[in-house]
């Protein structure tokens, strides 16, 4: 059985640094693709970065790119996401996620490719 278990989230300051971690368990599959999304009230679940697992492609929508890095521990078994220069606009709740798909093979931006998900954690910037 998969699980993902976010953690670390926080209110901050703008242009404060966080590190959001996922602690996953379940899989047995090489080629698949991790990540993280964000939701905002009224809005659609956005994946913002990626990574593939079997060589560590990592990929971002350009409103966090520069700003975020998306890496993994698979040993500890463990996604991270290193957020600086936050801002306001980042404000949300973010949900790490894996698919059995590869990252190249669909829109990471798109929840509906992702199977297994976190409960989420909430980032909350203050000007």
């Known amino acids: 059985q998969v699980q993902l278990q976010e953690s670390g989230g926080a209110s901050v300051q703008d242009g404060e640094s966080l590190r959001l971690s996922c602690a996953w368990s379940?899989?047995?599959?090489?080629?698949?693709?991790m990540g993280w999304f964000r939701q905002v009230p009224g809005k659609e679940r956005e994946g913002i970065a990626v990574?593939?697992?079997?060589?560590?492609?990592?990929y971002y929508v350009d409103s966090v790119r520069g700003r975020f890095t998306i890496s993994k521990d698979n040993a500890k078994k463990t996604l991270y996401l290193q957020m600086n220069s936050l801002k306001p606009e980042d404000t949300g709740n973010y949900f790490c996620?894996?698919?059995?798909?590869?990252?190249?093979?669909?829109?990471?931006?798109?929840?509906?490719?992702?199977?297994?998900w976190g409960q989420g954690a909430q980032v909350t910037v203050s000007s």
């Open positions: 996620a894996a698919s059995l798909r590869s990252c190249y093979s669909i829109d990471y931006r798109q929840s509906v490719f992702f199977a297994y």
């Open positions: 379940g899989f047995t599959y090489a080629t698949y693709c």
């Open positions: 990574v593939q697992n079997n060589n560590g492609d990592t």
